[in-house]
Structure formats: structure tokens, C-alpha cells
């Protein structure tokens, strides 16, 4: 059992030594299964040995929160927020990226927040930085000179970071070093000065502490699913609800409707999000990039037909429909599945093998959950390439998903790059 699952099981476990927060990676063009972030997951094993090891014996902590390690099928927000109200030490990767991006900035002002409310005079006292990849310039960022420290004689870890002693052999003993004083620094911290767990605000009530006046790219995750009054007569009505949006696909495995894990997915990639049911022909915005996902019972009848029909036709490039099944089938549902599939591909001809893997589907929640980021990536690139070269700018304030409630208000010429830094 990871120490992520431990520090949430309901156990006894307080909480945890620290909370690692980072900038989440976009997949690279032309990956499928590789984990953009393998070096952070790398790290956070080394640093939870680290602190296992200087932990006290009966400590009721467990030693690090990862938010890779939360099961698929959780509330992963709400996972999320109990580790932010309960972790000792909040342990920020900090990057180029990590200060740019929303959602680092957002898990940070959390964090902080709560020491606040704890009657902490010094919150960042409560901080562990690490100078993961270097900062450009003379960017003098809220404890960069005690991340620096853990790297005191240590030239490389300065110049280079902690990242690429990660990975050259020839850095080994460095990268240990600086693992190892970090370590000791988390649980001094949280051994001594133990805070008492209270709640962190909601992440989706805070604003980014380092960049709160940045515009929101905004991405579109529609939703062809029956509604509970439209669901044809031989179809199961679990995983159904009042709107296409409520769809769960796989009920036993969900908290969640999939749209929502969807949004989470696309908000850690630092966007906006806009979730929609898809109710008749024209209502998907094309004006962003998105994913459509498609449920087979969606064309059980001629409604749904010709929606998804008039939905595919000329889509463009930026919009990636996924279709979502069931491992297990019956026959009238694998009928289906084939009839969306055929619908697709006529639709959607010299499409990406990105694309063509979402129109082959997935048949489980943990396919879904994998193959989201790259989804989000890759409709990302499609849209600087060959979109309508326009920037969404959301709300103030709706940097959380916007529940099918409303659209981006204005559009502006953009200022986007094809990589983002990590």
C-alpha cells in the first residue's frame, strides 16, 4: 500500500510528512503509453525511503502524498484537498513550468492558507522548495535561497537542478545528498513542530499564488450519452442520470461521472475546462480544443443517430472523439460499439494514431484515466497547428470547470508555445 493510500484509508493515519506538488507534463507527440512525469514519481520514491528512514518508529504519518497514486475510480479532488488539510510539509518541485501554470500555484495557495488559519506567523516556514529544474534569470521565488541549501556544495544541484542528478549516473551520490537533507528537513518539521490537520480551502476556490491575473485557456469536453429519459428499454440504467453529463461508464469503478475525471485530467494540464451534453446537431463549441466522449447506446435510437452523425461530420482536428465501452458486452451493445467505430472512422479520415487509438476506444476506467493526458495533448497541438488562432480567456475566477453552465466570454490572440515546460 502506498503511503498516498495509507494517509487517506481511514486507518488512523494522521495524514502525511509532506505533500508533493509539481507541474504536471504534457505527453510528448507520438507517445502512448510513456508517463511524462516518470522523474517526479522517481523522486517522490527516493524522498519517501529518505523519510521512512529517519521517521520515528510508531509515527502515525504516513511519509508522502502523490496524487499519481490516487485510484482511478476516487474523488480525486477530494482526495486531493484531505491530503492539503493533513500533510506536515507542502515539498514544491519548483521549475519554469511550476510557476507559469495555474494548478501548482493553486495546490500552494492552499497549502498556505491553512498554515494562515493554523496562527502560523511564518506559513512558508512550513515549505521544503526544491530546485528542480533551473529558474531563467534572477527570478528570486519564495524560498529558492533554503532550496538552494540542500544543495549547499553542491555545484551541480545549483546549476542544473535536482532533476538531471536524477538522471546522470555520474551525479548519484549528489542527488542522494540532497534527498537525504531534505528528508531530514520534512521530518525535523513535522516531528517538532507537528500542526494539527484542519481544512484546506477548495482547490477550485483559490487562485493561483504566483500568477492570479492569468487568462485560462479554455478546453471543451462533450458528452454523447443518454439521459436517464431517453434511455433505450434494454439498456441498464445504472451509470445514467438527468443530463448526458452524469454518464458513468463504468459504475462500479466511478465516484464520478467520467466527464468529471475527464475535467481534472485537462485542469492539471493548466486549462479551463467547459463540460457539455451533447443534446442536439451544432451544440459542440469548435472554437477550443476538446475531446468528445461517446457512449455506443448514444445511437440506440435515430435522436442520438443523428446528433453523433451531425457532430462528426467535418469535425475539425482539434476535437477528438473518444468512445468509451464496456470490456464485457452483449451483442446488441457490441453491434453498437462497431456502428460508432465505423461512424468514426469514415468521419475522422487521416487522423493521428492518437486519434485513431480514441476512436479504437477504451474498456475501462483505468484506459480512460491513461489515455486522457495524451487525448488533452494532443488536441492541444492540433489547435496551435491548425486552429482558428484564437486564445479562449475565461471568467475571472472560473478556473475550475465550468459545468456546462456557460462558454469563454472572449477570445484573444494568443501567446501559446507547442511544449510547455515542465
Known sequence: MSGTDKAQNGTGQRGSYFFLSYAHSPPLAGTQQADPDQWVRRFFRDLTD???????????????????DIAPGADWK??????????????????????????????????????????LADPEHRLAPVLWIPLPGEQDRPGLRQAMAFGASEVAYAENGLRALLRLTQYRL??????????????????????????????????????PEASAAVFAVAVAAPTLLHLPADRDPAGYGERAIDWRAYPDDQELPLAE??????E??????????IEKPGSLPDSMPGVILIDPWFIADGRGLDALQSLVTGLPSWILPLLVFESVADARAAELTERVRTMLGTATVGRTE????????????????????ILVAEAERQYLRHGPVLRS??????????????????ATSPQPSEEKNA
Not at 529518505?50 to 499519481?68: I, K, M, N, Y
Not at 475525471?261 to 485537462?266: F, N
Request: charged residues 20%; aromatic residues 10%.
Open 268 to 277: 492539471q494540464l493548466d486549462f479551463a475546462v467547459v463540460v457539455e451534453g
Open 174 to 211: 549528489s542527488y542522494q545528498l540532497v534527498v537525504d537533507r531534505l528528508a531530514a528537513r520534512i521530518v525535523e518539521l513535522a516531528e517538532t513542530a507537528p500542526v494539527a490537520p484542519s481544512a484546506a480551502p477548495d482547490i477550485d476556490d483559490v487562485q493561483s499564488a504566483f500568477n
Open 50 to 68: 529518505s523519510v521512512e528512514h529517519r521517521a520515528a518508529p510508531h509515527s502515525r504519518l504516513a511519509p508522502g502524498f502523490f496524487d499519481q
Open 261 to 266: 475525471y475527464a475535467a481534472q485530467v485537462t
Open 354 to 373: 492518437t486519434a485513431r487509438h480514441a476512436i479504437r476506444g477504451v474498456s475501462s476506467l483505468k484506459e480512460f484515466v491513461l489515455l486522457m493526458p
Open 393 to 410: 480567456i475565461a471568467r475571472p475566477g472560473s478556473r475550475r470547470r465550468l459545468a456546462g453552465d456557460g462558454r469563454p466570454a472572449s
Open 78 to 119: 477530494a482526495a486531493l484537498n484531505r491530503a492539503l488539510s493533513t500533510a506536515e510539509v507542502f515539498v514544491p518541485l519548483y521549475s519554469p513550468g511550476y510557476f507559469a501554470r495555474s494548478w501548482p500555484g493553486r495546490e500552494w495557495a492552499c497549502f498556505h492558507q491553512r498554515m494562515s488559519r493554523a496562527g
